[in-house]
Structures are given as structure tokens and as C-alpha cells.
């Protein structure tokens, strides 16, 4: 107990009262500007989050708008850009389901059903689906600016679909559909063969009248009689 004596001693002086003060002083502002610093690195870092949030969440919404205008022409699409087309939207549904957003689940389920909708109606009836894609944009922006209001309309939408398709509705669609692509498939399969150049096309031609001359002379070579010797 000695020392802390001496300590106490030393501490209430009043020749090192100074002394104390400014160490006090030092150890306060050291502690504020610590405080301060980790604030502002806590704010800082939440707006970069906030700002690669707002990055990603635009990208996915923007891919998803680009499938859904390729979904309103989707009969006039080659069967390679359908499958481009497709593994576009796979990645961008996958994406969509990994962002920190509350009900990306259910946003992802009825973007998924809404591109189904757009790629039936252009292969069946093709008409202008602008007001279709629209809707579609506005919703998955409003889905991203209030995401809690707008999850429990995807949520209605999709209860009010699933009870108003019963299961003989869904297997005549998807009859529909295999239907619709296999005419589809079968249209670019039929297309004519690209025709053959003048040039070759002679070519070939001069080739095989020179073929079958030499033949004939080889041909009138054997056949000739072989002179008598005298």
C-alpha cells in the first residue's frame, strides 16, 4: 500500500496538478477523436454499401427489362438467342434472390411468371406489349424503392394466379408451349440452304467433264488392237 500512497500523494499535489490536467486533457481528446473516428468510418463504409446496394440492385432490375423486352418478340428470336436470352435471365433470377432486400424471394417469383406471360402472348398472339413491359419496369423499380409495400402486392399477385390456373389449365399451357416452340425450332430448321456460287458451280462442273475425257482416252488406249510384228 505504500506505493499507491506515494501515487495518491504525487496525483494530489499541487505542484503536478498541471501535469495531471494535461495528461486528463491528452487521454479525453484521444478518446474523442477515436469515438469521432469510428464514426465516421461507420458512416462511410454504410454509404459505400448502400451505394454498391443501389449499383447491383439497378443492374439486376436492368437485365430483367432487357428479358422482358426480348420476352415480347420472343417467337421472332433465333433458337441460339432464346438459349442466350434464357441464361440471361438465370443469372440475373439468381442474382435477384441474393440481394439483401426483403422479399427478393417473392420479387424473383413473380418477375420469373410475368417473362413466362410475355413470352406466351408474343408467340400466340404477338401484339404490342409495351404497356405490358412498362408495368413491368415500374413495378420492380417501386419493389426497390419500397420494397416491404410492394412485396405484398407480388405476394397477392401470386396467390391470385396460383388459385385462378387449376392443374388441367397448366398442362394445356405447357402443351401450348411445347407446341409453340417445336414450330418455332422447326421454322429456322426449314430455312432454305445457301445457294452455290456461279464460280464454284462451274468449277465443279469443268472439273468433272475433264475427269470423264481423261477416262474416255484411257478407255480408247486399252481397247486399241496391238500391231503384228513381222
Known sequence: MQWWNNFVSWLTAASNQSMVF????????????????ALISRGAIKRLLAQNDRALKA????????AATEASVWNSLTP??????????????VQLRLLPIKGSGVAANWAAHQLAELKRTSATFGYQ???????????????????????KIFQSDLDRWKVSKNSTEKNLLAEQ??????????????????????????????????????????????????????
Not at 439486376?60 to 432487357?66: A, H, N
Not at 441460339?80 to 433470377?93: C, I, P, S
Open 129 to 151: 406489349l409495351e404497356p405490358a413491359l412498362l408495368e413491368f419496369r415500374d413495378r420492380l423499380v417501386e419493389w426497390q424503392e419500397k420494397p416491404g409495400r410492394t412485396r
Open 22 to 37: 494535461s495528461a486528463v486533457v491528452l487521454i479525453v481528446s484521444i478518446v474523442v477523436a477515436s469515438v469521432l473516428a
Open 59 to 66: 443492374a439486376v432490375i436492368g437485365t430483367l427489362v432487357d
Open 177 to 230: 408451349d411445347a407446341w409453340t416452340a417445336q414450330q418455332h425450332h422447326d421454322q429456322f430448321d426449314a430455312a432454305p440452304a445457301a445457294p452455290v456460287p456461279h464460280q464454284y458451280a462451274s468449277g465443279t462442273a469443268s472439273a468433272s467433264t475433264e475427269t470423264q475425257r481423261l477416262l474416255d482416252d484411257v478407255q480408247a488406249l486399252e481397247v486399241r488392237p496391238t500391231p503384228l510384228q513381222s
Open 80 to 93: 441460339q438467342e432464346q438459349v442466350m436470352a434464357d441464361r440471361a435471365v438465370g443469372q440475373a433470377d
